[in-house]
């Protein structure tokens, strides 16, 4: 990038896209990062709002991330749900104690009537994260999985059933006539940002619902930067989650390629790992070979970098 375009903005789900982002975080100027973060996910539980995505990235980018489990918080402790097991509470959602404590006051406070952003803004400077992390939409938006056996809410599919359900459909409630954050259209339309990275989220359940936002497909077809998308597949598997699985349900061929047609009209370049360097065949954008698998902060450093470097070379 050169030293006029000194902004970065990532598009994110939860646990890979992560990843890429802390390694952004950690190699650029700490300020200049904006994540956009999905909130199909959120749903009510114990009578709390969870937003599971966008707390995933404020404990990875503050370092606060339980990085044994690979969700939640570090240190974490259960007190509160071994007493709703005890009480022979619904205990399939686990939430530790301090947590908790997010979910309790984001929920007070959205009950005040304090839109998500502005709560999410204030959470990530109390954690001390000096980039940016944006929710997609203020509005409500909630993924439904329609299945082999009928609808189900997202994380009765995801978290419940561990994904095991045969999955027909996908349906976003509310994004028709839901609003981007403000915030989101703003920075997609600054001139200083200098290149916008789709991170290794699934493509179906992290990022299309971001893209389902009216406005947001359009203002990513409008920036002037190049955007650049990561693969989640690795040699016909997906790294982490259900990516692999869907896609096969879905009708689509498991593979780099598929997810890779999937983004072709709005993306100007796509990064896949070296392993499928023989499998994608012709695309509509091009492509370049690195290592994707993240297993270190080191290699979240590294494929930042090439993400980078590889985007400095495009332009639209």
């Known amino acids: 990038m050169s030293s006029e375009l000194t902004k970065v903005v990532a598009l994110s789900g939860g646990i890979g896209g992560a990843k890429l982002a802390l390694g952004l975080y950690r190699i650029l100027p700490s300020d200049s990062l904006t994540v956009i973060a999905n909130t199909g996910d959120d749903f009510e539980h114990f009578g709390l709002s969870i937003s ?52 309790v006051e984001r929920t007070r406070r959205l009950r005040a009537g304090e839109p998500l952003s502005s709560i999410i803004d204030d959470f990530r ?43 027909t459909a996908l349906r976003f409630a509310g994004a028709e006539t839901a609003l981007p954050s403000p915030e989101v259209l703003t920075i ?27 406005g947001i497909r359009t203002a990513l077809r409008d920036c002037p930067a190049p955007v650049v998308a990561v693969s989640p597949i690795i040699g016909g598997k997906a790294v982490k989650g259900p990516t692999a699985k869907m896609m096969a349900e879905l009708g689509l061929p498991v593979g780099a390629a598929a997810v890779a047609r999937h983004y072709s009209d709005l993306i100007d370049l796509y990064i896949a790992d070296e392993e499928d360097a023989c499998s994608l065949g012709e695309l509509p954008m091009p492509v370049i070979f690195t290592r994707t698998l993240m297993q270190s902060i080191e290699d979240r450093e590294q494929l930042a970098r090439d993400v980078i470097n590889a985007a400095a070379r495009v332009r639209r």
């Open 125 to 167: 400077r109390n954690f001390g994260i000096a980039a940016s992390l944006l929710p997609m939409s203020n509005d409500p938006v909630r993924t439904k999985v329609q299945t082999a056996d009928g609808p189900l809410e997202f994380q009765d599919y995801f978290v419940r059933q561990r994904c095991a359900p045969v999955v």
């Open 52 to 103: 599971p995505d966008l707390d995933t990235l404020l404990y990875t980018l503050s370092g606060k991330d339980n990085q044994e489990l690979g969700w939640g918080r570090r240190g974490e402790t259960w007190t509160f749900m071994a007493a709703i097991a005890a009480l022979g509470g619904e205990s399939w959602f686990r939430l530790g104690d301090g947590d908790l404590a997010t979910h």
């Open 188 to 214: 997609l339309g600054d001139p200083r940002v200098g290149i916008v990275v789709i991170c290794p989220s699934n493509p179906f359940i992290s990022i299309d619902p971001i893209l389902a936002v009216p």
